[in-house]
């Protein structure tokens, strides 16, 4: 049986979230900083570093 790694599961969870992030920047008229704080970031600089350094998932 396999185990998963944390990592591997924060890397998971935080590609869901900049899933649901690329769909709100669509569809929504909500600031950045709006959106990051939906999604459970607490510092929207910090999540804007995040979501520039994560590869686009809807392209």
Do not use: H, W
Request: glycine share 2%; charged share 25%.
């Amino acid at each position: 049986m396999v185990q998963s790694n944390s990592a591997d599961e924060l890397f998971s969870v935080r590609r869901l979230d900049i899933k649901k992030v690329e769909e709100l920047l669509c569809c929504t008229s909500k600031m950045i900083y709006e959106i990051a704080f939906e999604v459970g970031f607490q510092d929207y600089r910090y999540f804007s570093q995040i979501f520039k350094a994560t590869p686009p998932l809807s392209r």
